[in-house]
């Protein structure tokens, strides 16, 4: 018998990694989000899976959950090897940028 993950295990699991010209789509029909290097990118996904307004809002609020904008989109355009990790949680793309020394876990 094969036990469920629980819904941040799956969201892990999950985790892909991009450049930024495959995730530009998203941003065009209005559902990229980017998460602040601040916030874990499982956490952020959890509370919009779950639809924590609270949650969701605070993130909003501190500025650390963001809609991309053209201003953020001209400077991804402008950096040639610009990854992000990802995830999905239709109908919204969580991205978070990748630091140059971190692995994905």
Not at 21 to 45: I, M
């Amino acid at each position: 018998m094969s036990e469920e993950l629980s819904l941040p295990e799956q969201l892990k699991s999950q985790i892909d990694r991009a450049h930024w010209k495959l995730l530009e789509d998203h941003h065009k029909r209005g559902a990229l989000l980017l998460v602040s290097l601040t916030e874990d990118l499982v956490d952020v996904g959890v509370a919009i899976a779950q639809d924590n307004v609270q949650k969701i809002k605070e993130l909003l609020d501190n500025g650390h959950l963001i809609r991309t904008t053209e201003e953020l989109v001209a400077g991804f355009d402008k950096e040639e090897n610009l990854e992000f990790n990802f995830i999905i949680i239709q109908p919204y793309v969580l991205i978070q940028n990748v630091k140059e020394s971190e692995d994905m876990q």
